[in-house]
């Protein structure tokens, strides 16, 4: 199976910051790798996926980057509502993994 | 509007049995694939099992943490899905989201319902 791993864990930033979040897979996933955002006491909702491609009704904000092993979501200018934990996930190979999490909070 | 809604979630003892449902609507069911995913208190997204359409057999696949245990099917005539937990464990009390896949995502989700495992 393959492993996905998110840094940071944590991350702790302020309203109009630009943050970053990195998943790393255990071998490559070409381009199947999709972002969730996850608010407390909601369902994930679907960010990204292929990698970079902005599903429907997501803010031009959040872009995503990468291939194979290493991947990238930058929220390019913080808003109050991004404040969430984000997911990222490949579609590679079964079975469709996910990564442990990112938690951000407001600094 | 695609709309996913599971059922059967309930408070249950180690070693019972519990049959979860997730009601469609909003899409051909009989055409899509159908995802179960679960989410422990606080914690991450675990993805539990899968069955494919009428097209690719049904064919199942399971995590290997409930394979053996866990049983999903489907009944397209009603728009449902199942997941039927068996020798269920403290560790498998979770949320359970019943998920349509998009080509590259998992792009709609029910709301969940909450298995509890415990004595």
């Known amino acids: 199976d393959i492993q996905l791993t998110q840094s940071p864990s944590f991350l702790s930033a302020s309203v109009g910051d630009r943050v970053t979040i990195t998943c790393r897979a255990s071998q490559g996933v070409s381009s199947y790798l999709a972002w969730y955002q996850q608010k407390p006491g909601k369902v994930p909702k679907l960010l990204i996926y292929a990698a970079s491609t902005l599903q429907s009704g997501v803010p031009s904000r959040f872009s995503g980057s990468g291939s194979e092993t290493e991947f990238t979501l930058t929220i390019s200018s913080l808003q109050p509502e991004d404040f969430a934990t984000y997911y990222c996930?490949?579609?590679?190979?079964?079975?469709?993994?996910f990564g442990q999490g990112t938690k951000l909070e407001i600094k | 509007e695609v709309q996913l809604v599971e059922s059967g979630g309930a408070l249950v003892q180690p070693g019972g049995s519990l049959k979860l449902s997730c009601a469609a609507s909003g899409f051909t069911f009989s055409d899509s694939n159908i995802h179960w995913v679960r989410q422990a208190s606080g914690k991450g997204l675990e993805w539990v099992a899968r069955?494919?359409?009428?097209?690719?057999?049904?064919?199942?696949a399971y995590a290997a943490s409930v394979k053996g245990r866990f049983t999903i099917s489907r009944d397209d005539s009603k728009n449902t899905a199942y997941l039927q937990m068996n020798s269920l464990k403290t560790e498998d009390t979770a949320v359970y989201y019943c998920?349509?896949?998009?080509?590259?995502?998992?792009?709609?989700w029910g709301q969940g319902t909450l298995v509890t495992v415990s004595s």
């Open positions: 998920i349509r896949p998009g080509n590259l995502g998992f792009d709609y």
């Open positions: 069955i494919r359409n009428k097209a690719d057999s049904y064919a199942t």
């Open positions: 996930q490949q579609l590679n190979s079964f079975p469709p993994s």
